[in-house]
């Protein structure tokens, strides 16, 4: 009978060793290694960078005319959220360009051809156990240029967008 090996081959032939953060002595800082994104079951990878931002929002200051306070604040009232936004880049891929990736037939001439919105799925692996999941709902894009084509760049065609949601929802 044979041993189980610790190391594992990944879909590019590279073999790798999964790190154990169940032991004792293992790392226990968060790493966005284990990123994956899903867009209906389907893995849009070659994501280069992937930044959502929803933590900002609106408030009022109340201010009191009184002899100690005139002209100061003196509270503060939360209001609304005002960013639901995705910044990123993305490598094409020949024959998979982002919006076939996304399960779109063609590449699109401008954002009108975007015609229905979609879902991101955001995995975050802790070694090969998922960790945390949240999903990303109604997302619309709100820019995509390319980037990256100069005489004297490294010959990767990459793709910057912004991608604006509705809700973020923690599934797992």
Excluded at 67 to 80: A, C, E, L, Q, W
Aim: glycine share 8%.
């Amino acid at each position: 009978m044979g041993t189980i090996s610790p190391y594992a081959d990944n879909a590019y032939g590279v073999r790798t060793r999964d790190i154990n953060f169940d032991a004792p002595g293992a790392p226990t800082t968060m790493t966005y290694h284990g990123i994956s994104l899903v867009v209906n079951g389907k893995a849009i990878g070659r994501i280069q960078s992937w930044t959502p931002a929803m933590y900002q929002r609106n408030g009022e200051l109340v201010y009191e005319l009184s002899k100690y306070t005139f002209g100061r604040p003196v509270d503060y009232v939360p209001s609304i959220n005002t960013n639901y936004t995705v910044d990123g880049s993305r490598v094409e891929v020949w024959n998979t360009e982002f919006e076939i990736a996304l399960g779109y037939a063609s590449v699109w001439s401008d954002l009108i051809d975007q015609d229905r919105p979609f879902t991101v799925s955001e995995y975050l692996f802790r070694g090969p156990q998922v960790y945390r999941t949240w999903s990303y709902l109604g997302c619309w894009f709100g820019s995509k240029n390319m980037d990256n084509v100069t005489a004297e760049g490294n010959a990767k065609y990459m793709v910057n967008f912004t991608i604006n949601f509705v809700a973020r929802v923690r599934t797992v």
